[in-house]
Each structure stands twice: as C-alpha cells, then as structure tokens.
T-cell receptor
Framework: EAQVTQNPRYLITVTGKKLTVTCSQN?????MSWYRQDPGLGLRQIYY???????DKGDVPEGYKVSRKEKRNFPLILESPSPNQTSLYFC??????????????FGSGTQLSVL | GDSVTQMEGPVTLSEEAFLTINCTYT??????LFWYVQYPGEGLQLLLK?????DKGSNKGFEATYRKETTSFHLEKGSVQVSDSAVYFC?????????????FGTGTLLAVQP
C-alpha cells in the first residue's frame, strides 16, 4: 500500500531533550516536506527536500533540522526542543518536485508536546 | 506573497443540508488550487483540484470552481452526511517557482449532525 509513515504518533518530552521524528515513503517520490499545524494558523512548511542530499528551508525552519540521505526517508530533528514547538507535525511527499498540479501525500501526523 | 483566506469555522449543519465553505486567494500568475480534507486523527487527503480558470474540480459529491475574476475557489456540496465531518483546507500552489510548496488556508471545521 502506498503510504507515508511517520513515527511516533504521539510524543511528550521536556525542554532541551533532543528528539527525532521519522518519516518514510514507499512511493519512490522525489519531493518530501515537513509541515506543522497550529490552531488558527493552518499548515506551515518547515523544510522540504527536492531530492537526495538536497534540502531547503520553508517558512518556519528555526529550531529544526532535516536530512535526506536516502530517497525514502526524511527525518525531522529537534536538537533542543522548546515549548513553542508543541504542535501537530505532518510529513508529506509527492512524485515530481516541479509539477504544479501534483498532489501531496500526507502521513498521519505526530502530536508533539514539549513541557 | 501568495496567500489563501478561508471562512472561519466551525460550520455546523444538519445531515442533508447544503454546504458552502468560502475560499479566496491572492497570487500572481496562474496558481493551481486545491481542497484537502483532514478526518479526525488522520493526515490530509486531496479532495479535489483545479489547475486553470473556469475549471471545476469534483469528488465525492463536492465541487469547486476556479474563478479567476473573483479569485475564489469555494467548496460546495448539495447534501452533506455525518461522515463528511472533518477539517477542510483550501490551498494553492503558485506557478512562479519550482519548490512544489503548497500554501494552506487556516482550515474550516465542519460538523454534521444526524
């Protein structure tokens, strides 16, 4: 089954404790992206990747890191989480990085709480 | 920059009522427009899309028409069901770059009561 898999689904942590949210897609997609969803703000893009070893900042990259060493995986790293990073996170992918009408496939989300 | 504005929620309707969720956009050029739906506890799924002016996207009884003259892409459904309860996001992707970035509205929660 074609899918984007995120783990964990729920995560509670404390300020400053490094964490990684994993994302994997099995569709051989070139493009992958991370979004955060906050009430009243919709989804905002954190980072994206147009291919292996190619990553770039989205609208809200501060406090986050990503890597794209393999085509299927795109982990989101919070080196020193802070309470303002409490949010619902989504990973997404699409087949072609340049097509304007390509749809995004989303993972089921990771609810992160930073205490 | 490009942006999407959609109506505030929540929208509460009775089953079989008519649904309209308003969406307007600001963008240069000719963006592609999308509606995504998020069911409780799940990620977003593409509901429908339109890629040029006057196109009508449709799926599962939902429709939206790309109106360039009013910069709008309102979502409609003639008869909603309880199973349509979800958050609906309007989104656009501009034609000026190659980043594949979607710009989302803030989402509208729809609650359909039996």
């Amino acid at each position: 089954e074609a899918q984007v898999t995120q783990n964990p689904r729920y995560l509670i942590t404390v300020t400053g404790k490094k964490l990684t949210v994993t994302c994997s897609q099995n569709m051989n997609h070139e493009y992958m992206s991370w979004y955060r969803q906050d009430p009243g703000l919709g989804l905002r893009q954190i980072y994206y990747s147009m291919n292996v070893e190619v990553t770039d900042k989205g609208d809200v990259p501060e406090g986050y890191k990503v890597s794209r060493k393999e085509k299927r995986n795109f982990p989101l790293i919070l080196e020193s989480p802070s309470p303002n990073q409490t949010s619902l996170y989504f990973c997404a992918s699409s087949k072609d990085r340049t097509a304007t009408n390509e749809k995004l496939f989303f993972g089921s989300g990771t609810q992160l709480s930073v205490l | 920059g490009d942006s999407v504005t959609q109506m505030e929620g929540p929208v509460t309707l009775s089953e079989e009522a008519f649904l309209t969720i308003n969406c307007t956009y600001t963008a240069t050029g000719y963006p592609s427009l999308f509606w995504y739906v998020q069911y409780p506890g799940e990620g977003l799924q593409l509901l429908l899309k339109a890629t040029k002016a006057d196109d009508k996207g449709s799926n599962k009884g939902f429709e939206a028409t790309y109106r360039k003259e009013t910069t709008s892409f309102h979502l409609e459904k003639g008869s909603v069901q309880v199973s349509d309860s979800a958050v609906y996001f309007c989104a656009l992707r501009g034609d000026g770059g190659a980043t594949n970035k979607l710009i989302f509205g803030t989402g509208t929660l729809l609650a359909v009561q039996p």
